[in-house]
C-alpha cells in the first residue's frame, strides 16, 4: 500500500520566516495530495491541496509543489505568523482507492 | 457552509462495553470515511461507505463495524471496547460528483472515546 513520510517531525522558526515541510510517497499511482493543519483538539483542516497535473500551487502565503518523478511534494508557508502553529499533515490518495493515506505530521511553532 | 458533523464529542466507556459514533456528511456529499487517531500519531484510515456500499477498508478491527444509511448519515459501532480503542475518532465526507469540489475531503472536528 501506500506510505508517506513527512519531515521535519518539529520546526520552529520566528514569525515572519518561511516554513518549509517535505512528504515523500511510494505508490507513483497517488495523483491527489492535500495538506491538513490540524490544532489541538481539533478535526484536520484542508488548507491546500494538488493534483498530479500540477507542479505548483499557491493560495496566499500558502504554496505547494510536486515533484512526480522524485515523487514528493512540499508545503511553504511563507511570512509565518503565530496562529500558523499547529501539527500540519500532508496526505496522499490514488484513483480507487479516494481514502488518504497520511504522513506522521510536522508540528509547527511559530515564535513571536 | 456546513460542515461535517460528529457525536458525541465525547464519550466515556468501560472496558467489554460499546460505543456508537455517528457522523453527519456534508449536504450533497456521498462518501464517508472514518478515521482513528491516537495521541501524537496521524490519522490512520478504517473504513469508507460510497452510496450507502462499504467502498475501502482499512486498518479497522473485527470489534468495529460500520454502515452508512439512505439519508448518507454513518454510525461506527465499536465492541468489546479495550483501553487502547481510546483515541480521537474523525469521520470525513467527500463528493465524486461535484465536480467543484474534485473529491476533496473534508474532516469534521471529531469524537473523543475515552476507555477506563
Known amino acids: 500500500g501506500e506510505n508517506v513520510e513527512q519531515h521535519p517531525s518539529t520546526l520552529s522558526v520566528q514569525e515572519g520566516d518561511s516554513a518549509v515541510i517535505k512528504c515523500t510517497y511510494s505508490?507513483?499511482?497517488?495523483?491527489?495530495f492535500p495538506w491538513y493543519k490540524q490544532e489541538l483538539g481539533k478535526g484536520p483542516q484542508l488548507i491546500i491541496d494538488?493534483?498530479?497535473?500540477?507542479g505548483e500551487k499557491k493560495d496566499q502565503r500558502i504554496a505547494v509543489t510536486l515533484n512526480k518523478t522524485a515523487k514528493h511534494f512540499s508545503l511553504h508557508i511563507t511570512e509565518t505568523q503565530p496562529e500558523d502553529s499547529a501539527v500540519y499533515f500532508c496526505?496522499?490518495?490514488?484513483?480507487?482507492?479516494?481514502?488518504?493515506?497520511f504522513g506522521s505530521g510536522t508540528r509547527l511553532q511559530v515564535q513571536p | 457552509a456546513a460542515g461535517v458533523i460528529q457525536s458525541p464529542r465525547h464519550l466515556i466507556k468501560e472496558k467489554r462495553e460499546t460505543a456508537t459514533l455517528k457522523c453527519y456528511p456534508i449536504?450533497?456529499?456521498?462518501?464517508v470515511y472514518w478515521y482513528q487517531q491516537g495521541p501524537g500519531q496521524d490519522p490512520q484510515f478504517l473504513i469508507s461507505?460510497?452510496?450507502?456500499?462499504?467502498?475501502d477498508k482499512g486498518s479497522i478491527p473485527d470489534r468495529f463495524s460500520a454502515q452508512q444509511f439512505s439519508d448518507y448519515h454513518s454510525e461506527l459501532n465499536m465492541s468489546s471496547l479495550e483501553l487502547g480503542d481510546s483515541a480521537l475518532y474523525f469521520c470525513?465526507?467527500?463528493?465524486?460528483?461535484?465536480?467543484?469540489?474534485?473529491?476533496?475531503?473534508?474532516f469534521g472536528e471529531g469524537s473523543w472515546l475515552t476507555v477506563v
Open positions: 470525513a465526507s467527500s463528493s465524486r460528483t461535484e465536480i467543484s469540489s474534485g473529491n476533496t475531503i473534508y
Open positions: 449536504p450533497r456529499h456521498d462518501t
Open positions: 496526505a496522499a490518495s490514488k484513483p480507487g482507492r479516494r481514502a488518504l493515506t
Open positions: 505508490d507513483s499511482a497517488s495523483n491527489y
Open positions: 461507505f460510497y452510496e450507502k456500499m462499504q467502498s
Open positions: 494538488i493534483r498530479s497535473n500540477v
